[in-house]
């Protein structure tokens, strides 16, 4: 039949003709994709709609950043991270720099990979996480300013450098419902040992670190600590609904404001001090400015104190403004633009 | 308080963020009114970047199923072989093909949509094939007796003989794409699915309704409209025809 | 490749725990979805009544976008193991339901009409002609439904639900062995489920009916069934 011999001879025109509108379509998944990163991930904080080129304000014309290269800035995936990386973002915008900006990546250890793997040049990281996650040193330290000159060693052999820190510090906390403490008589996390067998909720990396479930069952012999893994976020959730009895806390998380919840105490000083600093490569660095550039994120991190920090937190995470609004109007308020 | 950075002279000002409403501070079920105040500054561009990233996924999906598919037709290898690599994706977890795609290509939309691009192709693949394969024999003799050559063959008469299913496979491709697509935000790839995630992060109700509620129309929404354009392109085959 | 053996060498408690949280959590969606999907479907399709909706509600169901679902889940239940498993029943039921109804409905007519002419009672109709006869097309949605919840309780993760979307939610922590480990473990349950349900198609099927060129219907062919349908 006329069609099945067709079928089994196709001619050479007929293939290469196929052939070529597979490299055609392939071609417009290339074309594509590089028009669809190129209007980036600005969007995934939800709302941000300022893509990532150059600045609003700055009336002279000696802008620091004019001219130099664009910083690929990243942060983590939770409310605080996100609203330092808007502060840095505006103001180094503000003064002429060209950010790229890609927020929400990830935990410490994805985020640190993105960095030494040149998807980033910089993100805010927390000394505590720089020293027991990103470096794994399991010994505890006595001051943030030790932790701070161990890591900035550290970072500095991989290539990178550090601003200076702020005067804030956030730390992990093991937080219970208030009639939880009271019911077991719970002051310190050492006193958990006391209840037997306990569900401690936190975001799944924490299960291998040691600023978290490991350090929790070696440095205060919670032996009997059985961990549900939650999204970042949900931990509140799920201690009002009992699905877990404690949950890992940010010690600036405004929510610990409303009397719920019980804060225990870190006698042994597990979860170290985590004041916030910029990482950044240093080759990137030396093509930004090198010490100005860090003296720009210094001016923004002296605004950062326990206070001010926690009402940002409390306008993003309770009163549901952006990170990019509070940002802005934090910014303001202290005439940095 | 630690020795970093000099404490400013003066405390930092806190300016007046504004308060949201009692409803929000409180998480209730649904905020309507903080919903239609926000609509267009947080819910509508994460909807159209949904909206981008299917159309970018079957727009490029669609023209390379169809060369696939009728390379499959003199290739049989390459059916079997497609088949089975589709039969794969199906079962394996849309979360884990992300995760696993980052470590090469990234965190970024391109990845995402590669990834979108194969699950479109898995689809509309089968679809085609089975489109093509489903024209009468007969048609086809007829077509070349009456002296049309293989390409216009093709585009005359069995594409449009084709067609049912092709659209049909367009439409579950739409609806399988918006919803992977939720997925992909985790790996920033931006949608109504990084809403989710916030929202993940924060617990607030009113978001989780919002962002959850416009995918689900979304979703609905394609699906009818590609109902409509599949009666309306082949009037002739109302009646079901695979069997 | 040898990072993945290791993993699942050095992990196996993790993985058979978390396997067990995940096939829970499907179990009990699968169940739940077919004790709501299946009779409904089957009576309506008996009664020859409702035929628009039990169509396209699987086309609803399919269009759902399994992670908003999740969303709204949590918006009205909250986190955890329910919230998870009615996001799923939600996913799945239709399609289960839409098998249902098509798989009875359209058993050959003649049949049920010389069932009839013998006397035999309405039920005993559905429970010895229609039934029968519907069973490939019945299971062909039962196995759809459940791979498809096999593979989106994945999800659960992000709802607090646990299972096999913990560990690859967590690169971070368990590489990408890990991932990859979990994704064959939930790929391989799923294969596994269906093969249990393709056995059980088998033995329930009368043997007169077992070579019929439909009873080797996959789960994939029911797709074309409900474009056609559509």
Redesign the interface.
């Known amino acids: 039949m006329l069609d099945r011999t067709n079928r089994r001879r196709p001619t050479r025109a007929a293939t290469r003709y196929l052939w070529s509108i597979l490299l055609v379509a392939a071609a417009v998944v290339v074309l594509a994709a590089c028009g669809g990163s190129s209007s980036s991930s600005s969007a995934a904080s939800g709302g941000s709609s300022s893509g990532g080129t150059s600045s609003s304000g700055g009336s002279s014309s000696s802008l620091p950043g004019k001219g130099k290269p664009a910083l690929t800035l990243g942060t983590k995936n939770f409310t605080e991270e996100l609203i330092i990386g808007e502060l840095y973002k505006q103001y180094l915008q503000h003064e002429g720099y060209t950010i790229n900006y890609k927020p929400n990546i990830g935990s410490t250890e994805i985020v640190d990979k993105a960095l030494t793997s040149g998807q980033i040049d910089a993100y805010p990281e927390y000394l505590g996480e720089s020293f027991s996650t990103v470096f794994t040193n399991h010994k505890v330290v006595k001051s943030a300013q030790d932790e701070y000159n161990t890591v900035k060693k550290e970072y500095a052999k991989r290539g990178q450098s550090m601003s200076d820190f702020t005067p804030f510090e956030d730390t992990d906390t093991v937080a219970v419902l208030k009639s939880y403490a009271q019911a077991h008589d719970l002051h310190s996390i050492g006193d958990l040992k006391k209840v037997g067998t306990f569900t401690y909720g936190a975001q799944p990396p924490t299960l291998t670190r040691f600023e978290g479930v490991v350090g929790l069952k070696k440095l205060y012999g919670l032996t009997k600590l059985q961990f549900k893994p939650l999204a970042v976020g949900l931990q509140y959730q799920a201690l009002d609904a009992h699905n877990v009895d404690t949950a890992d806390a940010f010690s600036t998380d405004p929510q610990l404001l409303s009397g719920k919840y019980v804060v225990l105490s870190d006698p042994k000083h597990l979860f170290g001090f985590q004041n916030v600093a910029l990482v950044i490569n240093t080759k990137k660095l030396k093509q930004l400015g090198g010490a100005t550039f860090l003296k720009l994120i210094d001016k923004v991190n002296a605004l950062l104190t326990q206070h001010s920090m926690i009402a940002l937190n409390k306008a993003v995470a309770i009163d549901k403004q952006t990170p990019s609004a509070v940002a802005s109007a934090f910014l303001k308020a202290n005439g940095l633009t | 308080m630690s020795i970093g950075l000099p404490i400013a002279a003066a405390a930092p000002v806190i300016p007046k963020f504004g308060h949201a409403s009692e409803c929000v501070v409180a998480n209730h079920q649904f905020c309507g009114s903080w919903f239609v105040d926000n609509f267009s500054s947080r819910f509508l561009p994460p909807l159209l970047v949904h909206i981008e990233l299917t159309a970018i996924a079957v727009g490029v999906g669609l023209p390379i199923s169809f060369a696939a598919a009728l390379l499959a037709r003199h290739y049989h290898w390459f059916e079997t072989g497609f088949s089975l690599f589709a039969a794969f994706l199906y079962t394996w977890p849309a979360l884990a093909f992300f995760v696993i795609m980052v470590q090469i290509t990234g965190i970024n939309r391109f990845t995402a949509e590669i990834a979108l691009v194969s699950y479109t192709l898995l689809i509309l693949f089968r679809n085609i094939l089975t489109g093509l394969q489903g024209v009468p024999p007969d048609a086809v003799e007829a077509a070349r007796a009456m002296g049309y050559t293989q390409r216009q063959t093709l585009l005359r008469v069995e594409l449009p003989l084709a067609l049912p299913p092709i659209v049909a496979g367009i439409r579950i491709a739409t609806v399988t794409i918006i919803s992977v697509a939720t997925v992909a935000a985790y790996i920033g790839a931006g949608g109504l699915g990084s809403l989710i995630f916030d929202a993940i992060g924060t617990g607030f109700k009113t978001e989780f309704i919002g962002a959850g509620g416009l995918a689900v129309l979304l979703a609905l929404a394609a699906d009818g409209l590609l109902v409509g354009l599949q009666r309306a392109m082949t009037p002739w085959a109302r009646r079901s025809i695979a069997r | 490749m040898h990072a993945l053996i290791q993993f699942f060498g050095d992990n196996a408690h993790l993985l058979l725990s978390k396997t067990g949280e995940h096939m829970e959590l499907s179990l009990a969606s699968i169940g739940v979805a077919m004790a709501l999907s299946i009779p409904l479907g089957v009576w309506l399709g008996h009664l020859h009544r409702g035929s628009f909706v039990a169509i396209n509600v699987s086309?609803?169901g399919?269009?759902?976008?399994?992670?908003?679902?999740?969303?709204?889940g949590?918006?009205?239940l909250?986190?955890?193991f329910t919230n998870t498993m009615v996001a799923l029943v939600i996913l799945a039921g239709p399609v289960m339901l839409t098998n249902a109804y098509v798989a009875v409905s359209e058993v050959d007519a003649d049949a049920v009409q010389a069932a009839r002419a013998m006397g035999m009672h309405p039920w005993q109709v559905l429970l010895r002609v229609e039934l029968p006869l519907a069973t490939p097309l019945l299971f062909a949605g039962i196995r759809t439904g459940t791979?498809y919840v096999?593979?989106?309780a994945?999800?659960a993760?992000?709802a607090?639900g646990?299972g096999?979307?913990?560990i690859?939610?967590?690169?971070?922590?368990y590489g990408?062995a890990g991932?990859?480990a979990?994704?064959i473990t939930?790929?391989a349950l799923?294969?596994a489920v269906d093969g249990l349900l393709a056995l059980l198609q088998r033995l329930i099927t009368p043997s007169p009916l077992r070579h019929r060129a439909d009873s080797t219907r996959t789960a994939?062919s029911v797709?074309?069934?409900s474009?056609?349908?559509?």
Do not use: H, K, Y
């Open positions: 086309n609803i399919r269009a759902l976008p399994s992670l908003a679902v999740i969303s709204l949590i918006a009205f909250g986190i955890g791979v096999i593979a989106t994945t999800l993760t992000f607090g646990g096999l979307g913990d690859i939610a967590n690169e971070a922590s990408v991932v990859v979990a994704s939930i790929a799923a294969f994939a797709t074309d069934l474009l056609g349908a559509s």
